[in-house]
């Protein structure tokens, strides 16, 4: 199992990006998909994370900013993250548990200059 994260970048505050990540490896058997994040210095934090049924839930820091969705056809998820703020600079992570063993992909780095 693959995950290949795509969509980081510099963004300045208010401004809105849209992070990718694809599962390859299988097709079956996703469970919960997730992004996590991590900013210098600091310990990496769940964001934001959906069911197989579309069940959702946030860091509080991000509700209201962030949607996560799912495509079970493509096994992608993805996070769309509006009103960023520098706080939300990090290096976002995301996470799949596949038969409930988990994978971890590469990260993208996010920057939002104020």
């Known amino acids: 199992v693959q995950l290949q994260a795509f969509g980081g970048g510099l963004v300045q505050a208010g401004g809105s990006l849209r992070l990718s990540c694809a599962v390859s490896g299988t097709s079956h058997g996703i469970n919960l998909m997730g992004w996590h994040r991590q900013a210098p210095g600091m310990q990496r934090e769940l964001v934001a994370v959906?069911?197989?049924?579309?069940?959702?839930n946030y860091a509080d820091s991000v509700k209201g900013r962030f949607t996560i969705s799912r495509d079970n056809a493509k096994s992608t998820v993805y996070l769309q993250m509006n009103s960023l703020q520098p706080e939300d600079t990090a290096v976002y992570y995301c996470r799949v548990l596949v038969n409930f063993a988990g994978y971890w992909g590469q990260g993208t780095l996010v920057t939002v200059s104020s």
């Open positions: 959906i069911t197989a049924a579309g069940t959702t």
